[in-house]
């Protein structure tokens, strides 16, 4: 008898292949979605940080330079730093704890810390009035929420949450998606189609019902005409999500769903089974909610980081006809007013061509005299030519403007410097809570500091002595000629201080660098730059000696979360306090601004992820900054710019 052979294994090899680029092919769209990729067209606007800080009630003590100080509330707990639009986070907790210890280590570190000078009594400079001839409300001081009385404060930004289940819920929405919630809650809709919801309604109590009546036994006939109605809800609900788009015989089966129902409400079934099942069904549908709310998250944050496509095409416009023009005349050209000590010098850092012009054409409106007032724009090498050619194309009254390419004087004076690239002033969004009482003093605050890029500017200007340095989100309203007469005395910087946040609260990420926990954070917007105090106190060297201790130029969220430290520890004990109705600031995330206290502020800050120029910038408030856009411009025109 002949042996048979025994049959052959089969290959399982290509079946695995086969299943693993299936599944790989599923993976793709979900990560195309959630992957937060540099868009094409990236704005000059910075993307925000985002810090944590926890406050507590009761006096404690922390350490600060070797010595050991009190603070009698808000001091800071674990402080986390997240990079929003790149989806990176960098927990300062821990890496303060890094360069604590790089900080210990360095010998050199008490030599090259900044200047302690006890805080000298100041007296804050009174606004001038506004123009006769243009009268005005009566101008108000307008705080920032967190240094007014609780009565105060429902005047200019009502609360919107009342209850702690709404205050925690607030916290965790915007911990996670920032600016996001703010817009969400002003642009959520009313559900107002009643039919499709109820056809989910009943779709959900059907399939919390159809398990347990299917093992009954003499209930098949119910079971197959849940089954049928449930396949038929679910196929409606796959076509229709608003009542228009309904068929006209929808009555009939909402009727015939609710008999269904009944009859499997007068079994006797297990209430645990169905209360199961339920809560799944509940726990699905919140896992839907959210996937969807990081949905539209993330394209809330493509819209307010993406250069709209009109103004892109305005600044490719720009540059193309730049090098198909005529240079100006020498003899025509305002460049000898741009080194004149003597003259008002205004300087913005900016990326945007209209936000750039806004600010200046603000300015000038709002000025008596222009004669003798210059603006000097940095900007990057990617935006030169456009610049210089609009500004060349379009006149501000008396005044000059100056166009420098930032990148270019970095990189041929300052070699050394790993960073080139202009940054422009960075954001900040900083939720402060209490941990006694959350429901009144949890709050979310957006903090605008100086970039990296500011400190260079005494090297860039050295033959100036005073300069205002200028956000490019900011509208002028009022002449600010009375900033040029300040007497600093020994100070620096002239900004609106924010004592909401104070450096106390900032000690795991500050260090063990020498500073004064009672010092008030202060904001960007308007400056008043005293230049020749600056190189006294070297302002910039003390930069650099701490930008090596917080910054890591191999990361950039890391190079970008150390400006809030290395801002707050260069000015400290330098910053001259500003009149708090200088700047109304808030007009970029706070819907909560009336209109009389925006019409009355002597200038706007729109800092905030919703930008003026941008569709999603708050509609209340672009009036304010559309009013001062260039009008009759052929290349907004053809691009189609409309703010």
């Known amino acids: 008898m002949k042996a048979t052979a025994p049959p052959a294994k089969r290959r399982r090899g290509p079946r695995l292949a086969v299943l693993a680029l299936v599944f790989c092919s599923l993976l793709v769209p979900i990560a195309f979605l959630f992957n937060r990729f540099p868009a094409v067209y990236v704005t000059d606007e910075r993307p925000q940080q985002e810090i944590d800080l926890p406050s507590f009630d009761h006096r404690t003590e922390f350490e600060s330079g070797g010595s050991v100080n009190e603070v009698s509330s808000n001091s800071a707990g674990v402080i986390e730093v997240n990079a929003e639009a790149h989806n990176a986070s960098n927990k300062i907790s821990g890496s303060s704890k890094d360069s604590q210890n790089a900080i210990d280590d360095d010998p050199s570190s008490i030599s090259t810390k900044p200047k302690v000078l006890p805080p000298p009594k100041i007296e804050q400079p009174v606004l001038p009035p506004p123009k006769v001839e243009q009268p005005k409300p009566e101008v108000k001081p307008v705080r920032l929420p967190v240094q007014q009385a609780e009565g105060d404060r429902v005047n200019i930004r009502p609360r919107r949450v009342q209850n702690a289940d709404e205050v925690e819920k607030a916290k965790s929405c915007q911990l996670e998606f920032g600016s996001y919630c703010l817009w969400s809650i002003e642009h959520k809709e009313v559900m107002r189609d009643a039919v499709v919801k109820r056809l989910k309604d009943q779709l959900f109590v059907a399939r919390s019902y159809y398990p347990s009546v299917a093992k009954l036994k003499g209930k098949e006939a119910l079971t197959r005409e849940l089954k049928q109605n449930i396949q038929e809800h679910e196929r409606v609900l796959s076509e229709s999500i608003v009542d228009a788009d309904l068929p006209s015989f929808i009555k009939k089966?909402?009727?015939?769903?609710?008999?269904?129902?009944?009859?499997?409400?007068?079994?006797?079934?297990?209430?645990?089974?169905?209360?199961?099942?339920?809560?799944?069904?509940?726990?699905?549908?919140?896992?839907?909610?959210?996937?969807?709310?990081?949905?539209?998250?993330?394209?809330?944050?493509?819209?307010?980081?993406?250069?709209?496509?009109?103004?892109?095409?305005?600044?490719?416009?720009?540059?193309?006809?730049?090098?198909?023009?005529?240079?100006?005349?020498?003899?025509?050209?305002?460049?000898?007013?741009?080194?004149?000590?003597?003259?008002?010098?205004?300087?913005?850092?900016?990326?945007?061509?209209?936000?750039?012009?806004?600010?200046?054409?603000?300015?000038?409106?709002?000025?008596?005299?222009?004669?003798?007032?210059?603006?000097?724009?940095?900007?990057?090498?990617?935006?030169?030519?456009?610049?210089?050619?609009?500004?060349?194309?379009?006149?501000?009254?008396?005044?000059?403007?100056?166009?420098?390419?930032?990148?270019?004087?970095?990189?041929?004076?300052?070699?050394?410097?790993?960073?080139?690239?202009?940054?422009?002033?960075?954001?900040?969004r900083v939720f402060i809570s209490n941990l006694e009482r959350p429901t009144e003093k949890s709050r979310m605050e957006y903090l605008s500091v100086f970039s990296h890029s500011h400190f260079f500017i005494p090297e860039i200007f050295k033959d100036l002595r005073k300069v205002i340095i200028l956000d490019n989100d900011v509208v002028v309203q009022r002449d600010l000629s009375f900033l040029w007469n300040l007497d600093m005395g020994d100070k620096v910087n002239g900004a609106v201080r924010f004592c909401g946040l104070k450096?106390?609260?900032?000690?795991?990420?500050?260090?063990?660098?020498?500073?004064?926990?009672?010092?008030?954070?202060?904001?960007?917007?308007?400056?008043?730059?005293?230049?020749?105090?600056?190189?006294?106190?070297?302002?910039?060297?003390?930069?650099?000696?701490?930008?090596?201790?917080?910054?890591?130029?191999?990361?950039?969220?890391?190079?970008?979360?150390?400006?809030?430290?290395?801002?707050?520890?260069?000015?400290?004990?330098?910053?001259?306090?500003?009149?708090e109705r200088l700047t109304l600031s808030g007009l970029g995330y706070d819907y909560g601004i009336k209109e009389e206290v925006a019409q009355s502020s002597a200038s706007l800050h729109y800092n905030g992820n919703m930008k003026p120029w941008l569709e999603l910038g708050i509609p209340d408030y672009k009036k304010y900054w559309k009013r001062f856009l260039t009008r009759d411009e052929r290349f907004m025109d053809e691009c189609n710019v409309s703010p």
């Open 253 to 428: 089966k909402i009727e015939r769903m609710d008999q269904s129902i009944a009859r499997a409400k007068s079994c006797t079934v297990d209430c645990n089974n169905v209360d199961r099942k339920l809560r799944q069904i509940l726990h699905m549908t919140e896992d839907e909610a959210h996937f969807h709310m990081k949905q539209s998250a993330y394209l809330y944050n493509l819209g307010v980081h993406t250069m709209p496509k009109s103004h892109h095409c305005l600044n490719m416009r720009l540059t193309v006809e730049y090098f198909k023009s005529t240079p100006l005349d020498p003899d025509d050209s305002p460049a000898h007013k741009f080194n004149i000590p003597e003259h008002r010098h205004y300087v913005i850092l900016s990326k945007n061509v209209l936000a750039a012009s806004v600010v200046i054409n603000s300015t000038v409106s709002s000025c008596e005299d222009t004669e003798n007032v210059v603006f000097h724009i940095l900007t990057d090498a990617q935006n030169f030519y456009a610049m210089k050619h609009w500004f060349a194309r379009n006149s501000y009254r008396e005044s000059a403007v100056d166009v420098i390419n930032y990148e270019q004087i970095i990189f041929e004076n300052f070699p050394e410097f790993g960073t080139q690239l202009l940054y422009l002033p960075e954001e900040f």
């Open 503 to 579: 450096l106390g609260q900032l000690r795991n990420l500050l260090g063990r660098t020498i500073y004064d926990p009672q010092s008030c954070a202060w904001m960007s917007g308007v400056n008043v730059i005293d230049l020749d105090k600056w190189r006294e106190h070297n302002v910039t060297e003390n930069y650099l000696q701490l930008l090596r201790k917080f910054g890591n130029n191999d990361d950039e969220a890391s190079l970008r979360a150390a400006a809030l430290p290395i801002s707050l520890l260069s000015f400290q004990h330098l910053l001259y306090p500003l009149d």
